[in-house]
C-alpha cells in the first residue's frame, strides 16, 4: 500500500447468536435491533476514523449491512468478497460456546491446534490463507485509496494474528467489540489503533 493509504477493519454489529453465545460461521444470522443502531452510529461516526474511498465486505448479511451504514454516508458502494466470511465449523455451526468448551474441549483445539477442522468446516490455516490474501489483494488494488474492511471477530482475529504475530493461534487477544473499528498498516504489519467504539456511546441508550 501507498504511505498514505489507510486500511481500516471493522467487525460487524450485535447478533442474535453473540446474545444466545452459538458459533454462526458461515450461518447467515441477522443483526439485532442493538446491531442496527450499532451500524448506524459507526456510520454517522465514521469520518472520525477515516474518510473511505473503497468499502469491502463479507457477503453475509451482518457485516454486509453494517459496511452499507458506512457506505450510504460516503455515498460508496459496498464490494462483497466471501473469502472476508467467518471462520465456518461446519457440521458445528449453531453449537453453543459453552458445548465446544465441553466434552473433548474443542473451543481450545480450535484456540490452539491451527490444522484442527470441524467436520465439513475449515481450520485456521484456510481461514488464515483466504483473509491475508483478501486484505492484502484488496489493498493492493486500490494504491493510494483508504480501504475500509467489515468482516467478523474470529476471522479478523486470525488475520491480525498472523499479520501482527505471526501466530494465528493468538487469535482470541485480537477479540473486537461489535462494530469497532481498527486500523492496521499493511507495509509494517502494526496495528495504529484497535477496537475503537468510540462511535457506541449511545448506542445502548
Avoid at 16 to 21: F, G, K, L, P, T
Avoid at 111 to 123: K, L, M, Q, T, V
Avoid at 140 to 168: F, K, M, Q, W, Y
Wanted: with cysteine.
Amino acid at each position: 500500500m501507498n504511505d498514505k493509504a489507510r486500511l481500516g477493519l471493522v467487525r460487524h454489529g450485535q447478533t442474535y447468536a453473540n446474545i444466545d453465545q452459538v458459533w454462526h460461521g458461515h450461518t447467515d444470522t441477522e443483526l439485532t435491533e442493538l446491531g442496527y443502531r450499532q451500524a448506524n452510529q459507526l456510520g454517522e461516526y465514521f469520518q472520525r476514523y477515516m474518510r473511505p474511498d473503497v468499502i469491502y465486505a463479507s457477503p453475509l448479511q451482518r457485516a454486509r449491512l453494517t459496511a452499507q451504514a458506512v457506505a450510504d454516508r460516503f455515498k460508496l458502494p459496498v464490494h462483497l468478497d466471501p473469502r472476508l466470511m467467518e471462520f465456518n465449523l461446519g457440521d458445528w455451526e449453531g453449537a453453543t460456546f459453552e458445548s465446544l468448551r465441553g466434552a473433548g474441549n474443542i473451543m481450545e483445539q480450535l484456540i490452539s491446534n491451527p490444522d484442527f477442522a470441524a467436520p465439513h468446516g475449515e481450520s485456521q490455516h484456510l481461514v488464515r490463507k483466504r483473509m491475508v490474501e483478501a486484505i492484502e489483494e484488496v489493498s493492493h488494488r486500490h494504491p493510494g485509496r483508504n480501504v475500509v474492511i467489515v468482516a467478523h471477530g474470529v476471522s479478523i482475529g486470525i488475520a491480525l494474528s498472523h499479520l501482527v504475530e505471526g501466530d494465528t493461534t493468538k487469535w482470541p487477544n485480537y477479540s473486537k467489540a461489535n462494530t469497532a473499528f481498527s486500523e492496521l498498516c499493511l507495509n509494517t504489519n502494526t496495528l495504529l489503533s484497535y477496537n475503537r467504539t468510540d462511535h457506541l456511546k449511545n448506542a445502548d441508550d
